[in-house]
């Protein structure tokens, strides 16, 4: 059963940073795109990139390609999300997700980023 | 960045009943692999968005047939007839053709 498990989320004060991770299990990791999306409270879906199996290449949205940066570990079966200088407009539920020919088709329960003073 | 307009926002339905979904995209969403990269998720209240279709009309794992993708270029409808409780929530399409990968703003399915 392939699972996706975030964490790291929480309260976070303005201009600060914050590392998401996400623990893959139930697939082979090294074989897989990752991605992340994200959801503002009571909003849509927003995408904001993706890194590849042997993390050569990594995809952002261009308006967070300067903020946020995608990493992955496949010895530990992690995909993370680094991000820094949050305003409130950052706050929302964080998913990981596998890409499965360009397509993310299991995600994960999602975490939910506050950021606050 | 391609830009994806769902219609209608909210869809009362009867249990049982014929819906469909519309996803229209301001470019062509078919890839120079030959590929359409246009796919449709169901988030149910409180959940994580789960995959139904892929490129268009293929049904993902589990997915029952009551779910039918169409379409082509840049206009994709999601069919779901004999509509039961647990289709209820809001659907969203998604385009994986072009960077950055872009979802429609969603369709919340609920009952008249």
């Known amino acids: 059963e392939v699972k996706l498990v975030e964490s790291g989320g929480g309260l976070v004060q303005p201009g600060r940073s914050l590392k998401l991770s996400c623990a893959a299990s139930g697939f082979n990791f090294n074989d897989y795109w990752m991605g992340w999306v994200r959801q503002a409270p009571g909003k849509g879906l927003e995408w904001i990139g993706e890194i590849s199996q042997g993390s050569s290449t990594i995809n952002y949205t261009p308006s967070l390609k300067d903020k946020f940066t995608i990493s992955r570990d496949n010895a530990q079966n992690t995909l993370y999300l680094q991000m820094s200088r949050l305003g409130s407009e950052d706050t929302a539920i964080y998913y990981c997700?596998?890409?499965?020919?360009?397509?993310?088709?299991?995600w994960g329960q999602g975490v939910m980023v506050t950021v606050s003073s | 960045d391609v830009l994806m307009t769902q219609t209608p926002v909210s869809l009362p339905v009867s249990l049982g009943g014929q819906v469909s979904i519309s996803c229209r995209s301001s470019q062509s969403l078919l890839h120079s692999d030959g590929n359409t990269y246009l796919h449709w998720y169901l988030q149910k209240p409180g959940q994580s968005p789960q995959l139904l279709i892929y490129r268009v009309s293929n049904r993902f794992s589990g997915v029952p047939d009551r779910f039918s993708g169409s379409g082509s270029g840049t206009y994709f409808t999601l069919k779901i007839s004999r509509v039961e409780p647990e289709d209820l929530g809001v659907y969203y399409c998604?385009?994986?053709?072009?960077?950055?990968?872009?979802f429609g703003g969603g369709t919340k399915l609920e009952l008249k």
């Open positions: 998604l385009q994986s053709t072009h960077f950055p990968w872009t």
């Open positions: 997700a596998r890409v499965g020919r360009q397509v993310f088709d299991y």
